[in-house]
């Protein structure tokens, strides 16, 4: 495998890789995997271009694109809106680069000029409001950014999703006072004023200078489900999938609807509360906010004792420790409803799976409930093997130091296969 090694404190380190790839920076969850961690499984299981990979919990598409570059034709199943419109545009290399640019750059001429003649967009409304962190963007920069994003949704095109997509980013990146570390927060320095209309042009000409790199590569299919992994779209054919590389959510009380959402919201895909918990109830349950009356995935663990003995022996150190808040309540709770997810996923996956596929889970420990130790891959790989997966090993991936515990945290590759 291809890591930069380190050495820090006598261990050795596999270190992240500062990419900057084409394609995959078009848009980018914070907690993407890295690009060549794909690659390395492609070559690892032998993938070849007569194969089908699929990704059950896409994200923003890196499994895809990585496998579209390099030939292999790929499926994704996500449902947080934005991350799946973000994968369905980053495969999308079949449009013109030089048509986009004139395009994109008639859009600009519009918005620039609506802003200079201090043209009023269409507010946000009230539930909109509400859905946003506070203070997420200021007036000036939303107020352009609105404008901006009219005039894109005015000249529907073949170039639509990539335009909205540049936005996305830019919205998120360079208009927003957002900051990514990796939970999501307001920077305490706002931007007041944000060059708005060239810096999305700007992401469009990079965008149009990565279609000339890969226009050679669009040949090969790669979908993007709307789909909730523990319910597979039966858009899959039965028995057609050789391989699955994926990084899910792990149980690290991190809320992905929170991390999008300003995009998810001025981009239109969540209008109010009640399409927000909509979107939350599709997800894994792997943290406290994101856990509702009648959540049974639980069951699919009652008999996986070292999962039961975990959560008890973090719910009586919560009693222990005298700690009554809501969330403290839930944290044994969303430990045995992740792993049952988990499992009604694998055991839902089973059937699209090919005799002899090959299954790479990216996962990392962690110790958010009361610093108590849950090692993710190993837990996820005996909830696999309950259900008729073979363990075929752990890879380290990378290890980083914990900011609460002071510790290292491992990110391991949970590597299994399916005999039928
Ligand atoms: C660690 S991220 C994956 C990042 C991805 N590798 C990428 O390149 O962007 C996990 C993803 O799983 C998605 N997810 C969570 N629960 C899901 C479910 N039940 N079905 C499908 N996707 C889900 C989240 O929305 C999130 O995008």
Excluded at 146 to 157: Q, T, V, Y
Excluded at 207 to 225: A, C, F, G, N
């Amino acid at each position: 495998m291809s890591y930069s090694t380190q050495k820090k404190n006598g261990k050795e380190l596999n270190r992240l890789y500062e990419d900057d790839l084409p394609i995959h920076d078009w848009y980018r969850f914070v907690l993407s995997f890295p690009p060549h961690l794909v690659k390395d499984y492609i070559i690892k299981f032998g993938i070849q271009t007569d194969q089908i990979v699929l990704d059950p919990f896409a994200g923003t598409g890196t499994t895809l694109v990585e496998c579209k570059k390099n030939g292999i034709k790929s499926y994704g199943c996500e449902t947080n809106p934005i991350a799946n419109f973000a994968s369905t545009v980053k495969t999308n290399w079949s449009i013109s680069g030089e048509e986009l640019l004139a395009h994109a750059t008639s859009i600009a001429e519009i918005a620039k000029k609506n802003i200079q003649q201090n043209k009023t967009p269409k507010p946000l409304n009230e539930d909109q409001t509400k859905l946003l962190i506070a203070n997420s963007i200021s007036d000036l920069p939303l107020k352009k950014a609105l404008i901006l994003l009219e005039a894109i949704d005015s000249r529907k095109s073949s170039f639509h999703n990539h335009e909205r997509l540049a936005f996305a980013k830019q919205l998120v990146y360079s208009y927003s006072n957002l900051k990514f570390g990796p939970e999501v927060g307001v920077s305490r320095k706002k931007k007041e004023d944000v060059d708005v209309i060239n810096l999305w042009l700007e992401d469009i000409k990079k965008m149009v200078k990565d279609l000339k790199l890969v226009e050679t590569h669009s040949v090969v299919d790669s979908t993007s489900l709307n789909c909730d992994a523990r319910f597979i779209s039966h858009t899959l054919q039965p028995n057609s999938i050789d391989c699955v590389i994926t990084s899910p959510p792990y149980p690290n009380e991190k809320d992905y609807t929170r991390t999008t959402r300003l995009e998810n919201v001025i981009l239109g895909y969540i209008h109010n509360a009640e399409e927000l918990k909509e979107t939350k109830k599709n997800l894994l349950r792997s943290n406290t906010k994101n856990v509702y009356k009648g959540d049974a995935d639980d069951l699919w663990v009652k008999d996986i004792q070292s999962i039961q003995d975990l959560a008890a022996q973090i719910e009586a150190k919560r009693i222990e420790l005298n700690k009554t808040s809501g969330f403290e309540k839930l944290y044994h709770k969303v430990l045995k409803l992740y792993f049952g997810g988990m499992a009604r996923h694998l055991m839902d996956l089973k059937p699209y799976l090919k005799d002899g596929a090959k299954l790479a889970y990216v996962v990392g420990d962690q110790a958010s409930y009361f610093r108590i130790p849950v090692r993710t891959a190993a837990l996820l790989g005996e909830v696999a093997e309950s259900i008729g997966y073979t363990v075929d090993g752990i890879d380290l991936f990378r290890e980083r130091l914990s900011t609460t515990t002071k510790s290292f945290i491992r990110e391991e590759v949970l590597l299994l296969s399916l005999k039928k």
